[in-house]
């Protein structure tokens, strides 16, 4: 998600509360392990009721050492089910009631969930305050290496649009839309709720996914189009297939302007850079294709190249800030101008890279990946339009200037009251002001002091081999502090233990007391 969306929620929010929030218990370390799942989806959009008429199958493979008994489900949409649910009691938090004080016909979620594993009948249970939290046991215990085939036919009742899943009247944006098994890895599992603050963690695998629609809409879609098939007068059914990616989102709108370019990454492989957009922002977004295809050839460059067919995005409602991603594509909100288009969409490209191949959690350690991506998407800007076009111009803050930005002031408000929290903080654990300053600014800071020290190209080399080693697996913490500690050469107990794992005050470099101290 980009910076801008919580510079409109916390600016009227100082001073901010702190609340706790249940965090997963840490097992001890195991040999390192992912699961697998393989989806086939089939959905039909009746969008006078908006209701998505479902059937969902997961070929799920246990790679882990364990015999497992049953596995956890995300029901994501049930998040908007209700007046109870975490999402609510989040929103709240924040001083949103929107979802609270909506009308029935607003609401929204999964019905019709008939669970079997391998042809089996199998039940269910929802965690009690969590009705987006399933555990399903199985009919026989799923031995190491073993597989089952878990399927359910599911009714969406999609709800308007308050957060990232939703319509606004006859535009669709699909996310988070279908049932999809929890994280098991060396951790243990991570079932977890939906939030608007705080965002997601799932396995990788594949996703073949046939949607069925009125003929006049346009979709944009994770993967590739690989059918298109006339079901009558007024049908059509689109067939997508992607691989080696966690999650699978489409949007919808009979509006769609569609506009189309190519990048030629470094190793000579091309890529299509997609723009779907509504006539409503035209005048900003004639552009927008060329902004992916310029975000796309900076992080390949930088990171590691891209490795999916296209990179699209898509312009839409969005009631969770200025953007959010998924793999392959991203929805923007409305943008002021076209530079800040550009940015927004460099952001939301860039977790590509953070977010849908370096799958971290994103719930536990949010600044692995609004951190990294804000410091490259930093990078971006200055390249594209010079220092002060940056959210940070970090060598300025070091030689101590006059000016303060918004950001500086804000980071100093907390840390000189003492109510500053380390970026190693679990998302819903933090507050709304100290999640922007925390996931998104404090990590993006502490890598361009790295940089200052090392230099770029030799930060950019340890992160080519962080890619690398972690592409298409979930690292942790301590994955990436071995590998910047060994590509560098250096001990970086200032960079991780000073500034990213914890929130001791810095004494060690004078000129950024100013921002950090």
Known sequence: ?????????????????????????????????????????????????????????INYINRSPDTLTGIWFHLWPNAFSGRQTAYVRQALRMKNSRLYFAPEEDLGGLSGLDFRADGQPVGFRTEPADPDIAYLPLPRPLAPGDSVRIETPFVLNIPASFSRLGHVDQSYQMTQWYPKPAVYG????????????????????????????????VV??????????????????????????????????????????????????????????????????KNAAGYVARSVEFYSTHVGEYPWPHATAVEGALSAGAGMEYPMITIIGNAADAKSLDEVIAHEVGHNWFYGILASNERDHPWMDEGLNSYYENRYMRTRYGSGAALLDIPALLRGGSEMSAEEAAFLLQARRRLDQAPDTHSDDFGALNYYLGAYIKPAVALRMLEEQIGVEALDKAMQA??????????????????????????????FDGLLLSNKRVDYIPQAARFCA
């Open 220 to 285: 944009a879609a994770t993967g590739v189009l690989t059918e298109e098939a006339t079901e009558n007068d007024t049908l059509k059914t689109l067939r997508y297939i992607a691989d080696g990616v966690h999650d699978f989102a489409w949007f919808a709108d009979k509006r769609f302007i569609v506009e189309h370019e190519e990048v030629v990454l470094p190793s000579g492989r091309t890529v299509d850079a997609w723009a779907y957009y509504t006539p409503e922002q035209a005048g900003l977004w």
């Open 186 to 217: 060396r951790k243990g599992w991570h079932p977890m709720p939906y939030l608007d603050m705080g965002e997601f963690y799932s396995e990788f695998g594949s996703f073949d996914v046939r949607i069925t629609l009125p003929k006049d809409y």
């Open 466 to 495: 962080y890619y690398r080693e972690w592409q298409f697996r979930h690292p942790y913490p301590d994955d990436f502090r071995a590998v910047m500690e060994r590509e560098t050469g250096r001990n970086l107990d200032w960079l």
């Open 1 to 57: 998600m980009n910076t801008h969306s919580f510079r409109k929620i916390w600016k009227p929010l100082l001073p901010v509360l702190l609340f706790p929030a249940f965090l997963l218990p840490a097992l001890s370390q195991t040999p390192y392990f992912q699961q697998e799942t393989h989806y086939r989806i089939s959905a039909v959009l009746d969008d006078e009721h908006h209701l998505l008429n479902s059937h969902i199958s």
